[in-house]
């Protein structure tokens, strides 16, 4: 063979190479940017938990806190979302009584939702739940306790 016919070969290589390069960095950048959002997620969705559970606490307290002798039993407040932390946090309570034995046991179901990042669906959106439920025990009605 002829010099002149094999002129243009190493161009050829060399630009398979570039694309070669190219397209593993463009790979890599993708599955960094990927990691990175999944551990921001997994983040806020460790502070929702916390934020929730925060909210389930606060009533649990408050039913606890009222809980003494001859005083009114706790009654379950309406639900009113508000911000904490971030996070809008939505607190749900209801109670029911039962006759048990001569007592009445009182049981209350908590349910607080903390959510942040917009609407639902979006990359950014997390929302965590916590449900508690708490019990109290009386002789009688707002009298002494168990």
Do not use: K
């Not at 929730?52 to 649990?60: I, L």
């Not at 109670?95 to 209350?108: A, L, N, Q, W």
């Amino acid at each position: 063979m002829r010099p002149e016919c094999q002129r243009g070969f190493a161009i050829v290589s060399a630009l398979f190479i570039v694309v070669a390069l190219a397209s593993l960095g463009a790979a890599m950048m993708y599955f960094s940017t990927t990691q990175h959002i999944t551990g921001l997620q997994d983040l806020q969705g460790s502070r929702a938990l916390a934020a929730a559970r925060t909210g389930s606490d606060w009533v649990v307290a408050n039913i606890m806190g009222s809980e003494s002798d001859n005083a009114p039993q706790y009654a379950c407040p309406a639900v009113s979302p508000f911000t904490f932390a971030g996070f809008t946090l939505t607190v749900g309570c209801t109670h029911s009584t039962h006759d048990e034995e001569g007592h009445r046991i009182r049981v209350y179901v908590i349910a607080a939702t903390a959510s942040a990042g917009g609407a639902v669906g979006s990359l950014s959106y997390v929302e965590r739940r916590v449900d508690t439920v708490v019990a109290t025990c009386r002789l009688s009605d707002n009298g002494l306790l168990c």
